[in-house]
């Protein structure tokens, strides 16, 4: 009887539950749901929701000491390196001096804090991607669902697609567009039959 109730259970569940888009100051510029899987929330809750994550997002950014711990070792090592290769030339330009193939390491670009990226409990999986603007796209699947990665970037391309290149799109509003929903739509439909 039990295991009946569970494959029940898992028949129900949609691999791709909901899509949530916030924009950089935190607030919800848009919500679907695709199925049955989570419950459902009025229009405050899902506000509520937005501003919540957006703030422990933010929070969890700033929480790896790790990662300037790491910065700071490179920028001391950089600053050793290039004080001691100035010392050695003694001010004189000789071959090989500038820079062109000894020395040090080579200089990187920083990664950017991500914050929290992927929250999961035993009834659903929520995966953040976060864009170089501060928008933030939360998708809500099941705990099975393969490739979620995959689906958020094909999300990202249709959000850039149909909702960015809209002459009447305004940034930071909310998203009012029926190309984007349909296409979107479409695309979730093939993932969850595919199931």
Known sequence: MR?????????????????LIINKAGGLIYNRTFG???NQLNSNDYLVLAGTFHGVHAITARLNPLREHQAAHYYAQQQQYQHSASGSLGGASSSGGGGGGQGGPLPSRPEPPSGLEVMETENF???????????KFLLFTDTMQANVDVAMRKVYELYADYVMKNPFYQLEMPVRCDMFDRKLNSYIREINNSR
Do not use: D, H, S, Y
């Open 3 to 19: 295991l009946e109730l569970e494959e029940e259970k898992t028949e129900k569940l949609k691999a791709v539950i909901a899509l």
């Open 36 to 38: 049955e899987g989570l």
């Open 125 to 135: 999986r929520l995966q953040c991607f976060n864009t170089q603007t501060g928008t």
